[in-house]
């Protein structure tokens, strides 16, 4: 072990487990059940983490349309096992959980009653980097005592950190902001897994001279780059990181903690975790884990995306390429619609490949290739180029502003003030439009995010409609009769 690792005051390294949210988010679309999560939820407070991310990003979506559960009972019911690990949320700033940006009244409801049902931390990010998106969620994170980690979305325009827009001085420049703005933590939110391993002992190194609360990072395993990564992110004086339990860790997901907890062993950043505890989690999930096996990718034999380190397009966006060109029977064409990528990103201001902005800049791109630059535009790319998403990294090119915004209906001339400022509050409407349908603020909220969905579950919830079979739990009993079957089936074709 080298000198920087064994030599020292011990500074163990801190970890955030995102095993209930973004490693089956990442690996197995996001379709994790409460129910599987209960049996280990004890044990899991033993461990040790700094905290655990159990909601937010895509669970509220998948939760309530996918899976027909509550997307608030869940912090409620894992309350009730964890009592001394810290639960974190990822909130999308003022898209919250949703797709767009929602009117102040909607947000600062949303954080009141997250708060209320067990948040204590806010991983708070948005997609351009827009700080003014913050405004109104933190002001309701730090009225209730809550923790507020300002997230920093990493992106690059080149194959390595620099360039004329995302370089060092722009992402320490945006970390100060945060402190600026009460950060009680900064996080480095790399949601591509495209943060290579000395561009972050750079940013890491420099970041600790000019940042006075701690630093944390978030990687995807997505190019094979994570752990190495880590590593030297630990060397720079990173004090924490995020991983998963190793069945639903790596490919597009988190490293695994396990083989860190052994590297880390005897050095000044050692975890301290117990190896043995966590091998006795890693054998539950994977007893549960055929219930999800039908979500886990399987069509090529790597575990990591090569193509990312090239092309820096984050595997959820090239899933929904590959779907919309699918469709429009021009798969064919996947390579021109990556080259296009750049352009068109470039072009709309430069925006960090993440949810919404990755699957905005996604369509547009598709759009250009099939039908010619620009000739039909989706409702998204006008709402962004007017500032309804808010500020852009880079200016949007002049000709292509005038081009998209060409009859808009909110007018031509982009507005430059803080997005939802330009938003009417929304709540009083929506109770009036779900009227005794939503029994309670939770219920209200749910509709306000996701008006036709929503709608929909609270029926299910209700009981005015039956919850169709696809929304169902699966039994490990159900996977075993499907099992019989094939091979059944495998017999009588071979006979």
């Not at 219930?291 to 995306?305: G, S």
């Not at 330009?422 to 008006?451: H, Q």
Request: net charge negative; charged share 25%; with cysteine.
């Amino acid at each position: 072990m080298n000198n920087i690792m064994k030599e020292g005051p011990k500074n163990p390294l801190k970890i955030q487990d995102m095993t209930f949210r973004d490693g089956h988010q990442s690996n197995l679309a996001t379709r994790m059940r409460t129910e599987d999560m209960i049996p280990i939820a004890e044990q899991m407070d033993e461990v040790g983490f700094w905290a655990m991310e159990v909601w937010g990003g895509a669970t509220f979506d998948t939760m309530h349309r996918f899976l027909g559960e509550d997307p608030w009972e869940r912090p409620k019911t894992l309350k009730k096992y964890l009592k001394k690990t810290p639960f974190s949320m990822l909130l999308r700033g003022q898209n919250l959980v949703g797709y767009r940006n929602y009117a102040d009244d909607v947000a600062r409801a949303f954080v009141d009653k997250a708060c209320e049902i067990g948040i204590d931390i806010f991983m708070v990010f948005d997609a351009l980097n827009d700080f003014r998106n913050f405004q109104t969620v933190v002001e309701r994170i730090k009225a209730n005592g809550k923790h507020f980690s300002g997230n920093i979305c990493y992106s690059l325009t080149e194959r390595h950190l620099g360039g004329d827009v995302f370089n060092l001085e722009y992402f320490t420049s945006k970390c100060k902001q945060l402190e600026e703005m009460g950060a009680d933590t900064i996080r480095i939110k790399d949601m591509a897994g495209i943060v290579a391993p000395y561009d972050i002992y750079e940013l890491i190194t420099e970041l600790k001279k000019e940042i006075r609360v701690p630093i944390h990072l978030h990687t995807h395993y997505t190019s094979g780059m994570a752990s190495m990564t880590y590593l030297k992110a630990i060397e720079a004086g990173v004090d924490i990181v995020d991983t998963c339990l190793a069945p639903f860790a790596m490919r597009t997901a988190m490293p695994a903690i396990e083989p860190l907890v052994v590297t880390l062993q005897g050095s000044q950043r050692d975890i301290g975790f117990d190896l043995n505890k966590l091998l006795e989690l890693d054998t539950y999930i994977e007893t549960i884990a055929p219930k999800y096996r039908d979500y886990l990718a399987t069509n090529r034999m790597a575990v990591i995306d090569t193509g990312v380190l090239a092309h820096q397009v984050p595997g959820g966006m090239i899933s929904n390429l590959i779907s919309q060109l699918k469709e429009a029977n021009a798969l064919h064409r996947l390579s021109e619609v990556h080259a296009e990528i750049p352009i068109t990103r470039k072009e709309l201001g430069t925006p960090p490949l993440v949810t919404p902005t990755s699957q905005i800049v996604g369509v547009q791109a598709v759009l250009n290739v099939l039908l010619g630059k620009y000739k039909m535009i989706t409702t998204q790319v006008k709402d962004l180029v007017y500032g309804l998403y808010g500020k852009t990294p880079t200016p949007v090119d002049p000709e292509i502003q005038k081009k998209v915004l060409k009859g808009y209906k909110r007018g031509e001339t982009p507005i430059t003030g803080r997005a939802a400022d330009f938003i009417e509050p929304e709540l009083d409407e929506d109770r009036k439009k779900i009227g005794d349908l939503a029994k309670t603020e939770e219920d209200l909220l749910t509709y306000a995010l996701y008006p036709t969905t929503g709608e929909q579950f609270l029926k299910w919830k209700y009981g005015i409609e039956e919850r169709p079979d696809s929304v169902k739990s699966k039994t490990l009993e159900d996977v075993k009769r499907e099992d019989e079957l094939i091979e059944k089936a495998k017999a009588e074709a071979k006979g």
